[in-house]
């Protein structure tokens, strides 16, 4: 379940929204202004998240691997991306 709060209110009632995203498997987005600015969210979830975005970074790599081209060399990369 998602619910919504804002950073004020949650700060009122941060140790009760703690338990509820660790032991109740619910989530919340924090909100400023009426504007979503953040979520808490449990550990599993978060952990989950993490796998989907490895999955879709492996999933593009074979895709960038299968591409036509001549390959570029590492360091050029770096430079470029600014790593």
Known sequence: MLN???TAEARKKF???INQ???GDESFV???RGEPIAALV???ELKLLQELEDKRDIEDAWKAKKE???PI???ELK???EL
């Open 4 to 6: 919504k709060i804002t």
């Open 73 to 75: 060399p590492w360091d």
């Open 21 to 23: 995203v660790a032991f």
């Open 79 to 81: 430079k470029e991306l």
């Open 42 to 44: 449990s550990i599993n």
């Open 68 to 70: 036509i081209g001549k």
């Open 30 to 32: 924090l909100t400023r």
């Open 15 to 17: 140790a009760n929204i």
